[in-house]
C-alpha cells in the first residue's frame, strides 16, 4: 500500500520524503483556502517536491468548466491527478481526460455502486471516503472492503485511494483489506510510528549510550 499525504504544506512533504514515504500528494482547495495559500500556487508548489502523483481538485459543477479546470491544472505538470466528483458532470470528464491519457481520480465516493460506475468511466483512482462514511453512522471501511471485492471480481485497474483517514485503524485496515493507496494527514502518519514498546526500547538504547552496556555479574 501506497501513502499519499494530505496537505498543503511544503515542509511536511519534505518530511515525509526524507522518510522515503511520499509516495504521492492530494492538495485540497478548503486546506490551501485555510492556510492562505492560492490553490494552483500550491499545486505547483507541491508537484515539484513529489516524484509521484499530486491529486489536485477541480471545483466546477458542469462538464465544461471541470474539463477547462482540469487542463490548466495539469500544466503544472504530467505527474498531477485530476479529481472530479462522482456525478453524472464528472464521469463526462473522466472520460474526455482518460481519452487524452490524463489520469482522473473520483472523489466523493460513498457506495460501492459508485466505485464501480467510476472505474467503468476510466478513472485512474477512485476516493473512498472512510472517516467521512463513519460520520453518518455506517462503517467506512465496511463500504471499502465492498469496493475491493467488487474490482477483484472484474479485474478493474482503478486504484482504491483511501481518504478520510482518521486514526492508525483506518490505516491499518485499508492495509489489510488491500487498498492502493492510504490518504492521510501528516499528524495520522506520524502516530503509524509509535508503540509504547518501541518507545521504551528507544529509551534502553539511549541509557545504554549514555551509561554504557550493564554487565552481568
Known amino acids: 500500500m501506497r501513502f499519499f499525504l494530505d496537505t498543503t504544506e511544503p ?58 479546470e482540469a487542463r490548466e491544472l495539469h500544466k503544472h505538470g504530467k505527474s498531477v491527478v485530476l479529481r472530479v466528483p462522482m456525478t453524472r458532470e464528472g464521469l463526462r470528464v473522466v472520460r474526455l481526460l482518460s481519452d487524452e491519457q490524463i489520469a482522473a481520480d473520483v472523489g466523493l465516493v460513498f457506495t460501492p455502486m459508485q466505485a464501480l460506475l467510476a472505474a467503468r468511466a476510466g478513472a485512474a483512482y477512485v476516493s473512498p471516503s472512510a472517516g467521512a462514511l463513519d460520520e453518518t453512522g455506517q462503517v467506512g471501511m465496511d463500504v471499502v472492503e465492498s469496493i475491493i471485492r467488487i474490482y477483484d471480481n472484474y479485474g478493474l485497474q482503478t486504484q482504491i485511494a ?56
Open 11 to 68: 515542509e511536511e512533504a519534505r518530511q515525509v520524503r526524507d522518510w522515503g514515504l511520499l509516495d504521492g500528494l492530494l492538495v485540497r482547495p478548503e486546506a490551501a483556502e485555510v492556510a492562505g495559500k492560492e490553490y494552483r500556487r500550491a499545486v505547483a508548489d507541491l508537484a515539484a517536491l513529489c516524484d509521484g502523483p499530486v491529486v489536485a481538485v477541480v471545483s466546477a459543477a458542469e462538464a465544461k468548466g471541470m474539463y477547462k
Open 162 to 217: 483511501v481518504q478520510g483517514i482518521q486514526n492508525p485503524i483506518h490505516a491499518l485496515d485499508a492495509a489489510t483489506m488491500g487498498a492502493d493507496v492510504a490518504v492521510l494527514p501528516f499528524g495520522v502518519l506520524e502516530k503509524l510510528f509509535d508503540h509504547p514498546l518501541t518507545k521504551a526500547g528507544v529509551a534502553l538504547l539511549r541509557s545504554a549510550e549514555t551509561t554504557g552496556p550493564r554487565r552481568i555479574h
